[in-house]
């Protein structure tokens, strides 16, 4: 066996002294350092584009902590404006609830402002009566004449002869109809015993009953309930009624 490698040995080195053989070695060896400077170079590249990955990893990884905590913020944020929102909507429901009041209150003084401007257009003998009803020309007392049963019953007498003078103006009529009307609202409201006016209800379109209605100077002798000129109202046994135009 030791033969043999002694022989083996020789025969490589003759080969090795061959000329041909040793060129193709340094082929090889050239080569092969050659492939490790490529290697290198790759594994140098490798490590950048790892060291760059590495960098983007970690930017990302901030830029992520600062979205989580963008969200996070705006999340509050978002509860905060939902809380205020639902704060804003309940004061808006209070304050809408205290307006409804407040036009409640205030629409009593409108109707009584607006029946006052009306009056003061009336014709002169029209005022000139309505101040001796009420006993002074101002509003205090116009609206004091609601509280004497029998002032509302000569302010409906009135206007009823009103209505029935040929040469009326229909719409003064409807400034007194008006004024009726409040009368008997300020009646209905302050009378102590708890007396009240109740409106007779007219049946527009139906046939026209005297027994119930009173029709004014220009209506036909029979025929249908049109409009109504005055309310009419009762308490009790005491009943004015009211006065509608029959066509």
Same mark, same amino acid.
């Given at each position: ?7 083996? /040995? ?9 000329? %041909? ?11 092969? $350092? ?23 990893? @970690?930017?990302?990884? #901030? ?11 705006? %999340?509050?944020?978002? &509860? ?8 804003? !909507? +309940? ?8 307006? !409804?009041?407040?036009?409640? @209150? ?24 309505? $101040? ?20 509302? $019953? =000569?302010?409906?007498?009135?206007? $009823? ?22 009368? #008997?609202?300020?009646?209905? +409201? ?11 209800? &007219?049946?527009?379109?139906? @046939?026209?009953? +005297? /027994? /119930? ?5 220009? +209506?036909? &002798?029979?025929?249908?309930?049109? %409009? &109504? ?6 308490? =009790? ?7 509608? #135009?029959?066509?």
């Amino acid at each position: 066996m030791g033969d043999i490698q002694n022989s083996l /040995r020789r025969i490589l080195c003759e080969l090795l002294k061959d000329a %041909e053989v040793q060129e193709d070695i340094k082929k090889i060896v050239r080569k092969d $350092k050659e492939q490790e400077k490529e290697f290198q170079k790759k594994i140098e590249q490798l490590e950048k584009e790892k060291e760059a990955l590495h960098h983007q990893l @970690e930017e990302a990884k #901030i830029e992520c902590e600062r979205l989580h905590y963008n969200c996070n913020k705006l %999340e509050k944020e978002k &509860v905060d404006l939902e809380r205020e929102k639902k704060e804003m !909507q +309940s004061s808006k429901e209070e304050l809408d609830k205290r307006l !409804q009041v407040q036009k409640k @209150e205030f629409e009593p003084f409108e109707e009584i402002y607006e029946v006052w401007q009306g009056i003061s257009k009336l014709e002169k003998s029209q005022k000139s009566y309505l $101040k001796g009803l009420c006993g002074s020309w101002d509003i205090k007392s116009f609206i004091a004449l609601g509280k004497d049963k029998s002032g509302i $019953k =000569q302010l409906w007498s009135f206007i $009823k002869d009103e209505i029935m003078n040929s040469n009326r103006k229909i719409e003064n009529i409807r400034i007194l109809a008006k004024f009726f009307d409040l009368c #008997i609202s300020v009646y209905n +409201s302050t009378n102590i015993r708890k007396e009240r006016y109740e409106k007779i209800e &007219v049946a527009i379109g139906k @046939e026209f009953d +005297s /027994r /119930r209605y009173i029709k004014t100077s220009e +209506s036909i &002798v029979n025929g249908v309930i049109r %409009e &109504v000129v005055l309310n009419g109202y009762y308490i =009790q046994d005491d009943v004015m009624k009211p006065i509608v #135009i029959v066509r």
